[in-house]
């Protein structure tokens, strides 16, 4: 079965700092990894999303992810936080080889930015 | 492009009691998911649609829950009766045929059960 781990509930960091959000997965192909943002009372947005080629992946907001196959881990990063990034963060992960694309998801790390 | 559509936003109701919610996806969105969140939770896979087939319903307690998706656009998804810990929001997406397509997710329905 597929699973994915944030081991963290929260972060907090401060306005203009780098940030780090942790992911860990489990599948038993090839995975397929996303990251969605939830603001109150809102769905969730898509943000960033690794199929295939550069480890390195870009998204909206100034946001990127390293996959890191190895590791299994596919953690969000930012070089300078935003008080506007307070948000619930959360890993998806498909595989590409079975399960029919099923996303299954973390629980979700909150983000707060202080000024 | 229009987002997902979802209503009611918000629903109580008791116990033993019955509820729907309504979901009309992005045009052209051949994937259609329902997914429960429980409060300081993950979205839960209960079914995925494509088009107006079902692909994955491992995880719907069937014995109460159901949902259609008419003419492969608007889905339904129904609860009867309802049970306290089905107290959760209850969330839409759709997404493009294809397995690197993200999903997108409407407003949700947030359901207390008394």
């Known amino acids: 079965a597929q699973s994915v781990a944030q081991p963290e509930d929260q972060v907090n960091v401060a306005e203009g700092n780098p940030l780090t959000v942790k992911c860990t997965y489990s599948?038993?192909?090839?995975?397929?990894l996303f990251w969605y943002v939830q603001y109150p009372n809102r769905g969730l947005q898509f943000l960033l999303k690794y199929i295939t080629g550069d480890n390195l992946v870009k998204g909206s907001y100034g946001f990127e992810a390293e996959f890191n196959k190895s590791q299994t881990s596919f953690h969000l990063k930012k070089p300078s936080a935003l008080v506007s990034d307070s948000a619930l963060y959360f890993c998806?992960?498909?595989?590409?080889?079975?399960?029919?694309?099923?996303?299954?998801f973390g629980d979700g790390t909150t983000l707060t930015v202080k000024p | 492009e229009a987002g997902v559509a979802q209503s009611p936003r918000y629903k109580i109701i008791e116990k033993r009691q019955s509820v729907a919610f309504w979901c009309n996806p992005i045009s052209g969105h051949a994937t259609l998911y329902w997914y429960q969140q429980i409060l300081g939770q993950g979205p839960k896979l209960l079914i995925q649609f494509q088009n107006n087939g079902v692909v994955d319903d491992s995880q719907l307690p069937k014995d109460r829950f159901s949902a259609e998706r008419l003419k492969g656009v608007d889905s339904t998804l129904k609860i009867q009766p309802a049970k306290l810990e089905d107290s959760a929001v209850y969330l839409c997406?759709?997404?493009?045929?294809?397995?690197?397509?993200?999903?997108?997710f409407g407003n949700g329905t947030r359901l207390t059960v008394t």
């Open positions: 599948v038993s192909g090839n995975p397929y």
């Open positions: 998806a992960v498909r595989d590409m080889d079975t399960n029919a694309g099923k996303s299954t």
């Open positions: 997406a759709s997404s493009l045929a294809g397995y690197n397509s993200p999903l997108h």
